[in-house]
């Protein structure tokens, strides 16, 4: 039993560290990344979300992905004042802005959120944005049909904070990988990945998860955070890659968020 309290103790403090990582700071971007034109197939799908009520806010900036003309999917904390549940922005409050350094604003409509969100796994930390207005000048992203499997690679995006996109590759593991040390994260419909090259890291919550298929990309996951495995401190993806793992909510069309967009999207296209 002393044992069974120990462990759910250090369960405690590693998800307390991570959620601390993820939904603070957001100045960082991908890791090691590269940069990606945004010109290239489906690119400008992937949107910066930014929110702002006031001289006492200090606002914030996340990622995005466009998924239908006037609709927006990010992760829910970053529909929240200082990312705490219960405060969520309003509308009127919320802009996004296309890849495209330019200053196009797309004025936000509604807010929705996912039922179940867990601000301390960052479960079901899925939103979506609808739009004032549709988007006809960018083509957006089609929605996975299914979970990607143990090894499969893939590539994940967000913004470092200035129009530029960046990229990370990115491998997906088993949950029992990632739980092979003191930190323990919840299965709860998440992606856990490890780096390939470079990652996921502060300010690109919300961002997606894309694979290839056909010359398309598919949205697999939403962004959600990243953490080191073994400290349950904030990651350091250049010094200690080896125990980096990224924390994504799937959206797929076989995954419970996949069901709260279709509810919304009916017609969205799927792989």
Not at 113 to 133: H, K, P, T, V
Not at 195 to 210: A, E, L, R, T
Not at 247 to 263: C, E, P
Request: glycine share 10%; hydrophobic share 40%.
């Amino acid at each position: 039993m002393v044992n069974t309290h120990k462990w759910r103790r250090i369960a405690s403090v590693g998800l307390a560290a991570f959620v601390a990582w993820a939904i603070t700071g957001q100045a960082s971007a991908l890791v090691g990344a590269q940069a990606m034109a945004t010109t290239e197939a489906g690119i400008a799908a992937v949107v910066r979300v930014e929110a702002d009520r006031g001289f006492l806010d200090g606002g914030l900036a996340c990622t995005g992905t466009l998924v239908a003309p006037r609709w927006v999917v990010t992760a829910q904390h970053c529909t929240n004042q200082h990312r705490r549940p219960g405060r969520g922005y309003r509308a009127q409050d919320m802009v996004v802005r296309p890849a495209a350094p330019d200053d196009t604003r797309w004025a936000v409509a509604a807010v929705w959120r996912m039922d179940g969100y867990d601000s301390q796994s960052l479960a079901n930390d899925i939103a979506l944005l609808e739009l004032a207005e549709p988007v006809t000048t960018v083509e957006p992203a089609r929605i996975a049909a299914r979970a990607l499997p143990t090894g499969a690679t893939a590539e994940v995006y967000g913004f470092a904070g200035r129009p530029a996109q960046h990229a990370g590759r990115v491998r997906v593991t088993s949950l029992a990988a990632v739980n092979n040390g003191p930190c323990v994260f919840p299965d709860r419909e998440m992606s856990f990945v490890t780096s390939v090259h470079g990652g996921s890291s502060q300010g690109d919550s919300g961002g997606p998860m894309f694979v290839r298929r056909d010359g398309a990309l598919e949205l697999q996951t939403v962004t959600a955070g990243a953490a080191d495995r073994q400290t349950c401190e904030a990651p350091d993806l250049n010094r200690r890659p080896q125990s980096w793992v990224g924390i994504y909510n799937r959206v797929d069309r076989d995954s419970q968020a996949g069901r709260f967009l279709a509810a919304h999207l009916p017609r969205t296209p799927v792989g």
